[in-house]
């Protein structure tokens, strides 16, 4: 998978897209299947992307602290994943007075309302 913006169709870009969660899932299942526990999932799963996102030409200054790194969270923007500078958080929020947002170490943690920096 190509880090950053991705050369090409659309179209191209969706299945690289697609196979990366594929793997994730493949990644996944073999951990649950294993009986991994909840902590050690995490703290794998940022060794897993952070590894994953290297192969695909990420520098360490690009890919960063993994537990500061938003990967997706709630959007107003349909037309694309949310991967901004997280400007587009619904207001009001989706969830109970504010939003989730995921993590490159695999944690997703809630913002209030009134909190909108990642």
């Given at each position: 998978?190509?880090?950053?913006?991705?050369?090409?169709?659309?179209?191209?870009?969706?299945?690289?897209?697609?196979?990366?969660?594929?793997?994730?899932?493949?990644?996944?299942?073999?951990?649950?299947?294993?009986?991994?526990?909840?902590?050690?999932?995490?703290?794998?799963?940022?060794?897993?992307?952070?590894?994953?996102?290297?192969?695909?030409?990420?520098?360490?200054k690009?890919?960063?602290?993994?537990?500061?790194?938003?990967?997706?969270?709630?959007?107003?923007n349909?037309?694309?994943?949310?991967?901004?500078?997280?400007?587009?958080?619904?207001?009001?929020?989706?969830?109970?007075?504010?939003?989730?947002?995921?993590y490159?170490?695999?944690?997703?943690?809630?913002?209030?309302?009134?909190?909108?920096?990642?």
């Amino acid at each position: 998978m190509t880090f950053g913006l991705a050369p090409g169709a659309v179209p191209d870009h969706l299945d690289e897209l697609e196979e990366r969660v594929r793997r994730w899932s493949q990644w996944l299942g073999e951990k649950i299947r294993s009986q991994t526990s909840d902590q050690e999932l995490v703290s794998a799963f940022a060794g897993y992307e952070h590894d994953d996102l290297g192969r695909g030409g990420a520098t360490e200054k690009e890919i960063g602290d993994p537990a500061a790194r938003v990967l997706i969270y709630d959007s107003t923007n349909l037309a694309r994943n949310a991967h901004d500078a997280v400007t587009t958080l619904p207001n009001p929020p989706r969830h109970a007075g504010g939003n989730y947002i995921g993590y490159a170490d695999g944690s997703a943690r809630f913002k209030r309302r009134t909190s909108v920096a990642p």
